[in-house]
């Protein structure tokens, strides 16, 4: 069984890397034969600084599917067609919007200094943040603050584009037409059904929907009804993601036997 994770909010908080304990516990699915997969929102580039070195090597979707990396190398980026992308950049205009828009390595950030996604923003300088206008293809947008956020998204989804929006951080994740995790799984070769899933949030959904299982960890009402369980947000939830591992780790697939 492959198992794939959400990084942010699933199984690392806070902007902190994921800890020790719970790559022990990655690493002891990989024991019992398993295959251990990250997708996030996050580009490759920003998944790196989260995960130990000794998981670098491990297959990857970044931009919510529109990269992926196998071994620690890109081999394939999905970007904006050239006429979506123009009006994209004239909405980013009409409302002033601020973004961290991303290119397969590089990015091009005009948000305010305080904002968070800082706090997650190539820590370790792996990258430049350059001028839009320098980026030589785009594959993310992360829309960060408008004079009109909700005329933004009215028009963004009259697009051919997908849009998330994050309503707790107050901001509109965007990708090209027809990216998702699921389409990022796919390219790695996963079939629908042949995979575990884990995730926090609305860009979870499609990943979700193609599972075999899916844990939703924390609340959230979009993502909810495609999950199989969930798992609350608590003191103890590393805790609790290792024992439901261990479980699901130990599970008969063919007889789709798992531990409630």
């Not at 979707?61 to 992926?68: A, E, K, L, Q, R």
């Not at 409302?95 to 820590?123: C, E, Q, R």
């Not at 430049?128 to 028009?155: F, G, H, P």
Request: include cysteine.
């Amino acid at each position: 069984m492959k198992f794939v994770f959400d990084l942010d909010g699933t199984i690392c908080f806070k902007g902190q890397p994921v800890s020790e304990k719970l790559l022990i516990a990655l690493e002891k699915l990989v024991k019992k034969g398993h295959e251990v997969i990250f997708a996030s929102a996050r580009p490759v580039r920003d998944l790196l600084p989260v995960l130990h070195d000794r998981f670098h090597q491990y297959p990857m979707i970044g931009g919510n599917g529109s990269m992926v990396a196998v071994k620690g190398k890109i081999i394939s980026t999905v970007n904006f067609d050239e006429e979506t992308l123009v009006n994209i950049i004239q909405l980013l205009r009409t409302y002033k919007v601020s973004y961290l828009i991303d290119s397969d390595w590089d990015y091009a950030y005009t948000g305010p200094l305080t904002h968070p996604i800082l706090n997650n923003l190539d820590p370790q300088r792996r990258a430049k943040n350059v001028r839009l206008d320098e980026l030589q293809s785009i594959v993310k947008i992360l829309m960060l603050t408008s004079n009109n956020m909700k005329e933004v998204e009215e028009q963004l989804r009259k697009m051919n584009v997908v849009v998330h929006s994050h309503e707790s951080e107050g901001v509109l994740d965007i990708s090209p037409k027809g990216i998702d995790k699921w389409s990022g799984l796919q390219q790695l070769g996963v079939k629908e059904g042949e995979y575990i899933a884990f995730g926090n949030d609305a860009n979870d959904i499609a990943m979700f929907q193609h599972a075999f299982y899916s844990v939703m960890i924390g609340e959230s009402l979009q993502l909810s009804p495609f999950s199989s369980e969930q798992l609350f947000l608590s003191e103890n939830i590393e805790n609790l993601i290792v024992q439901r591992l261990s479980e699901l780790g130990d599970m008969d697939p063919i007889n789709k036997l798992v531990s409630s």
